[in-house]
């Protein structure tokens, strides 16, 4: 998962720029959580192919942009402290804290770190990386995303962000943190290159006067800002000047847990990339609708054939018998037909009682020994089947009867001609808990 970092410009700088997007920040494409495959300085524009490729972009927003409170909160639950969060910093905030993103991190201590930025500035960036194709967009503070020594209390870190809008306006972002959970901003627009370096080592010994401060610069202007902090008309003789890079950074963004996008709900979350699943997608559905297709064609050809058979049926029931005006199953009546032709004629019919008979007779004692044939209690013959009862068997070859041939009788009626078939009723249908048959003409 690869995952891009772009430190940007304070917002007051922005102003300043009629074309702030161009403005150029530093960034880090990250692979795997760990390895940076690239960085360096581009504008936003100019990284707008990495930003719709990467998986993740994480923004670390300027010191002077976002608010940092450190408050005790009363134990509420995520929904209602989300509630009480704009009451609850509103006496620290000279603007309005409904114009404001307020987000709270984790408890320490009973106190909690509190984030506050402009809603309005938020929302611009939310919308300006959605539309250059980030799928996941997080904010962070800078202040605490800068590597703070925590062996060392008291002590502070330092960064600057120096900005060439153009050759007329240069822009230096510092960053200070004074603690874990402090840390502040500020955004300067020095009167000249020379005087940069000076001025902001006063500013960072007014701000920290007595803290050791490590204070991390650009590498081309490391030798410069060394001198500067190394003047004896300095306060703070504790400044220690040394090359940033992006490890002094990614370890800070990875233990923050102060993302100030969730403040904005749920547009900025993740977004399934859809693209790589383009063309299985599409294939997918180009092997349903042939299918589904194939399924059609299948049903209309069979249902073609249904009909022409059951025309062909029809005609030929209606040749043989011309004076038949309703025909609703051809089969079943012209079996009926010929069953009635049968009768007419003296033959008997398959369903008959005495065709029925005769051929259980033929079949018992057939398919029973001699020594073991049950004993018949009753036969009944009604809607065109035959129920055979038999007494229950007494056990013993002496006995009143043994058990009852079933898979021999059924063998041979279905081997009869016309076939019959044998079904095994409910034991209960006996009258005295016998076994029950019912035979009928095979359908």
């Known amino acids: 998962m690869s995952t891009l970092y772009i430190h940007l410009a304070s917002r007051a700088l922005a102003d300043s720029t009629p074309r702030w997007f161009d403005l150029p920040c530093s960034f880090a494409l990250v692979e ?4 940076i495959e690239r960085q360096g300085l581009a504008s936003l524009s100019g990284l707008a192919e990495t930003i719709a490729k990467a998986k993740r972009v994480v923004l670390l927003l300027a010191a002077s942009d976002v608010t940092l409170l450190h408050l005790q909160v009363p134990p509420l639950s995520p929904a209602r402290l989300k509630a009480a969060l704009p009451n609850l910093v509103e006496e620290h905030l000279i603007t309005d804290p409904a114009d404001c993103i307020v987000v709270a991190g984790s408890s320490s201590g009973g106190l909690r770190t509190i984030a506050v930025v402009q809603r309005a500035w ?13 799928r996941q967009i997080a904010a962070l503070p800078a202040q605490l995303c800068l590597q703070h020594p925590a062996d060392q209390p008291g002590s502070a870190s330092a960064a600057i962000n120096i900005l060439n809008a153009d050759p007329q306006h240069t822009g230096i972002d510092i960053t200070l943190r004074l603690s874990e959970h402090e840390g502040i901003g500020l955004a300067i627009q020095p009167v000249s290159d020379e005087a940069a370096p000076h001025d902001i080592i006063r500013v960072l010994s007014t701000l920290a006067p007595e803290a050791p401060i490590t204070l991390y610069v650009p590498q081309p202007f490391l030798r410069t800002y060394q001198d500067a902090a190394s003047k004896p008309d300095m306060p703070n003789k504790y400044i220690s000047v040394v090359a940033d890079n992006w490890s002094h950074w990614l370890a800070g963004v990875n233990a923050s847990t102060l993302d100030l996008m969730a403040g904005l709900g749920a547009a900025t979350g993740y977004k399934l990339d859809w693209r790589p699943w383009r063309w299985p997608l599409a294939l997918a559905a ?4 042939i299918n589904a297709a194939a399924l059609n064609i299948d049903w209309w050809r069979m249902q073609r054939e249904s009909n022409a058979l059951r ?4 005609q030929i029931y209606k040749s043989a018998y011309p004076k038949e ?3 609703i199953d051809p089969v079943a009546q012209m079996q009926q037909k010929i069953s009635a032709a049968k009768r007419n004629s003296g033959l008997p019919a398959a369903d008959d009682f005495t065709a029925i008979t005769a051929a259980f007779g033929e079949a018992w004692i057939n398919s029973s020994s001699a020594d073991n044939i049950p004993a018949i209690a009753a036969l009944e013959y009604r809607e065109r089947s035959l129920m055979v009862r038999l007494k229950p068997a007494l056990g013993g070859a002496n006995g009143a009867g043994g058990a009852a041939p079933t898979q021999q009788i059924k063998a041979a009626l279905a081997k009869h001609n016309p076939p019959l078939t044998l079904e095994v009723l409910d034991p209960a249908s006996g009258q005295s808990g016998g076994v029950a048959w019912k035979i009928r003409s095979a359908p």
């Open 311 to 314: 025309a062909a049926m029809t």
């Open 122 to 134: 938020l929302d611009l960036l939310a919308k300006t990386f959605a539309a250059y194709g980030a």
């Open 286 to 289: 180009a092997v349903l609708a």
């Open 325 to 327: 005006t309703v025909i």
């Open 32 to 35: 795997h959580g760990s390895a």
